[in-house]
């Protein structure tokens, strides 16, 4: 596989083991010989080139590693790998996009490139110290059709590394069920349902939401718009259809920006887009709905839902449901075993639990969120923590009540407790000290609110 | 601001109970507190703590821990407020 450097590789996970402390020794005896913090847990995960590298196991990031770096082993997908030289620590994890390249068009920080499968822009910027080098790969993989191994930043989306994908596993992804044209069989005119209903279905597929730091089966991503839209909206497909509801889709293609609060630039960039629609009986005449909770809170018009993605001369394309996924020149795939679709949502729940751990933390970031009344702190708390926070100056004679509501979603258990102290700073002020406790095994983000009930 | 009733409970002597109660639109500031039926004078009766889950973009489930401060069986009413 492709090695970048003596610290950096792209390779697959042969195996993931937890190691005790004793066993620490042997293993960094065997690859260095250099000493590694001995207290925590560690695991030692095995490469298919033969590289080791090992993973704290007691800190939350490195849980989250293992967790991923496990996935990647069921899934057979590749791995990005950065190790400290001295240790063998893994210092770095990221999912490589296997894909082919699309399209390679210039822009004003280099190139934006079209990856098959990914609604996201990609960027190669000029200056990438291996910018031309990167850009000769790209090229070539165009040109060839075949699938490579690309590496870009998380959240930017800036491609750090082009790699072939020549592992041991084959490593090609698998093919979508069916590929060409429309589905015949599943034209059928779609019975028009009230709002309220497009409501219930919309909280039904709400509700499905992962947790950002423990991801698994069967939750959708919505936490993670960068990519992965047409898994979401097929499994969106599935599950309506489940409920008797046979939705179809609408794509838009463009150079689209849309405004979240799940990303930590609080924007993100795509080139196509897709979700599922619903014919909505309203007020004696028939309008389509678009169901995208990473979008929006709720069922929105079709005008609407593209009036949010920035660019007015987007192209709008409907499509029956059954459609997995739509180049922007119209070639289609089925995918009516949902295989793909498992594939691409599991992937995007492993970027997401990466993402919740990384320099950022979990979404949603405090700095995309608007300001709202009644809100006083924006606080995070890492996993078990307990933290006080005091806010000074209220006049002793309100009456004041204090509340805390996460804003990180992971339905299933409490997430915080919070108790309320209060201190008379002088005759007229009051200090309220309002500490709370993470009762989970990750971070959680939340708001700190305030409400006075008289004055 | 509103406030309700959301549930009736009795909790055995000394004992811990948890509930809880989903749907909960989170961009609104709720309270949560008990108020026994139980008669008994002498000292308090209940105490309770309140834990807050995200349950998904729109929602909140309040997860409301009450305990029973008393050797007698204790009956409750679960009011909320909304305070905005």
């Known amino acids: ?455 | 601001m509103r406030t309700g009733i959301q549930w009736r409970g009795t909790i055995a002597p000394n004992a811990t109970m948890r509930w809880f109660t989903y749907g909960w639109p989170a961009n609104q500031h709720i309270i949560w507190y008990v108020m026994p039926t139980t008669v008994r004078s002498g000292g308090p009766e209940l105490e309770w703590d309140v834990a807050v889950e995200r349950a998904n973009s729109n929602q909140t489930t309040y997860w409301i821990t009450v305990r029973n401060l008393t050797p007698i069986s204790v009956s409750f009413e679960g009011r909320y407020a909304v305070l905005s």
């Open chain 1, 1 to 455: 596989m492709h090695n970048a450097g003596e610290s950096s590789f792209v390779d697959f996970v042969s195996s993931t083991a937890p190691l005790g402390p004793g066993a620490l020794g042997t293993i960094t005896a065997e690859t260095t010989g250099a000493a590694v913090q001995p207290s925590g847990t560690w695991a030692r995960v095995a490469f298919s080139a033969g590289r080791v590298g090992l993973v704290d196991l007691s800190t939350e990031r490195g849980t989250a590693w293992s967790a991923v770096l496990v996935s990647l082993r069921q899934r057979n997908a590749p791995a990005y790998i950065e190790l400290d030289p001295v240790s063998t620590q893994i210092t770095r994890l990221l999912i490589p996009l296997v894909v082919t390249v699309g399209g390679i068009n210039p822009s004003a920080q280099g190139v934006e490139v079209e990856l098959t499968i990914s609604h996201a822009i990609h960027t190669l910027r000029t200056s990438h110290p291996r910018f031309r080098e990167l850009l000769d790969r790209l090229k070539a993989a165009q040109a060839s059709g075949a699938q490579i191994a690309v590496i870009e930043d998380p959240s930017s989306h800036e491609i750090i590394e082009v790699s072939a994908l020549t592992g041991p596993a084959g490593a090609s992804a698998p093919a979508a069920d069916g590929t060409g044209g429309e589905p015949r069989g599943d034209m059928v005119a779609l019975a028009a349902i009230p709002l309220t209903r497009a409501q219930q279905l919309f909280d039904l597929m709400n509700s499905k939401v992962c947790c950002p730091s423990g991801p698994s089966a069967p939750c959708i991503p919505f936490g993670y718009p960068d990519d992965g839209c047409w898994g979401r909206a097929h499994e969106m497909y599935r599950l309506m259809g489940r409920e008797g509801v046979a939705c179809d889709k609408v794509w838009i293609y463009g150079s689209l920006r849309a405004a979240t609060t799940n990303n930590p630039r609080c924007e993100v960039r795509w080139g196509w887009h897709v979700a599922p629609t619903l014919l909505v009986a309203t007020g004696g005449r028939q309008e389509t709905y678009v169901i995208d909770p990473s979008l929006f809170p709720g069922p929105v018009t079709q005008a609407t839902w593209a009036s949010v993605q920035g660019d007015p001369s987007a192209r709008l394309v409907p499509t029956v449901g059954a459609i997995f996924y739509r180049s922007s020149s119209g070639a289609t795939q089925t995918d009516p075993s949902f295989t793909q679709t498992n594939s691409v949502l599991a992937t995007y729940r492993d970027n997401l639990r990466l993402r919740s751990v990384g320099s950022d933390g979990p979404p949603p970031y405090p700095a995309c969120l608007p300001s709202k009344t009644g809100v006083q702190f924006y606080g995070t708390l890492g996993a078990g923590v307990t933290h006080s926070w005091f806010t000074f100056g209220w006049p002793a004679s309100w009456h004041v009540m204090w509340t805390v509501v996460p804003l990180t979603t992971c339905p299933g258990a409490p997430q915080l407790k919070v108790r309320i102290r209060v201190e008379r700073a002088d005759a007229n002020n009051a200090t309220y000290w309002i500490v709370v406790t993470n009762t989970t095994n990750a971070t959680v983000r939340f708001e700190g609110r305030y409400d006075i009930l008289s004055r």
